[in-house]
């Protein structure tokens, strides 16, 4: 079965110091892997994808990922976090190839950045 | 800009009514699906439908079915709204084919049932 883990719910950073959001997955045949972002009262944003290809993955807003398949990982991340990056994370994978139109979210990590 | 628009930001129904939530996307996409939202459960999908008149059961279908007629319209409907579906309704369209594209979201409909 499909699934994804966000292994913890909130991950306070001081601005300025580099972050990292948590994500594994489980997915039968090849991933396609995406984050996300929800800003207070709004919906879910687009931020970053992995298809294939080059495993470090580049978004928007200055965030990364990398994925990692022999550890079932891609984690996000951001060389030097804003207070602004404050938000809900959402860790996502597809389907696979049977199954692709269909996601599978993580239960979400709060990201905190103190000033 | 895709633009996915929900119909209300807020609503609150009572036990028993039947509510529909509408959802409507300017891009074209064949995909369009709807999520529950509730805080340390992430979203949990409801439905999803691949083109008009389809649609396919997600991973809590109970209680809630789906219409689609036209293209850039999908609507949820709450046939007897219950207290347990109080949550965040957030409806999302993407692309079809091979390559996996990504959800472009709506704000989301915030409903309480008293």
């Known amino acids: 079965a499909q699934s994804v883990a966000q292994p913890e719910d909130q991950v306070n950073v001081a601005e300025g110091n580099p972050l990292t959001v948590k994500c594994t997955y489980s997915?039968?045949?090849?991933?396609?892997l995406f984050w996300y972002v929800q800003y207070p009262n709004r919906g879910l944003q687009f931020l970053l994808k992995?298809?294939?290809?080059?495993?470090l993955v580049k978004g928007s807003y200055g965030f990364e990922a990398e994925f990692n398949k022999s550890q079932t990982s891609f984690h996000l991340k951001k060389p030097s976090a804003l207070v602004s990056d404050s938000a809900l994370y959402f860790c996502?994978?597809?389907?696979?190839?049977?199954?692709?139109?269909?996601?599978?979210f993580g239960s979400g990590t709060k990201l905190n950045v103190k000033p | 800009d895709v633009k996915v628009t929900q119909s209300s930001r807020y609503l609150v129904k009572r036990t028993g009514e039947k509510v529909f939530l509408e959802c409507v996307q300017d891009?074209?996409?064949?995909?369009m699906f709807w999520y529950r939202q509730d805080p340390g459960l992430g979203l949990r999908l409801i439905y999803f439908?691949?083109?008009?008149?389809?649609?396919e059961k997600g991973d809590i279908p109970e209680g809630y079915s789906v219409s689609r007629e036209k293209k850039e319209r999908f609507s949820l409907i709450l046939e007897s709204a219950s207290t347990n579906q109080t949550s965040m309704y957030l409806c999302?369209?993407?692309?079809?084919?091979?390559?996996?594209?990504?959800?472009?979201f709506g704000p989301g409909t915030r409903l309480t049932v008293t």
């Open positions: 992995y298809i294939t290809g080059d495993n």
């Open positions: 996502a994978v597809s389907g696979g190839i049977y199954n692709f139109n269909k996601f599978y």
């Open positions: 891009m074209d996409h064949e995909n």
């Open positions: 997915v039968s045949g090849n991933p396609y």
């Open positions: 999302a369209s993407s692309l079809s084919g091979l390559a996996a594209h990504e959800q472009y």
């Open positions: 439908s691949y083109d008009v008149k389809m649609k």
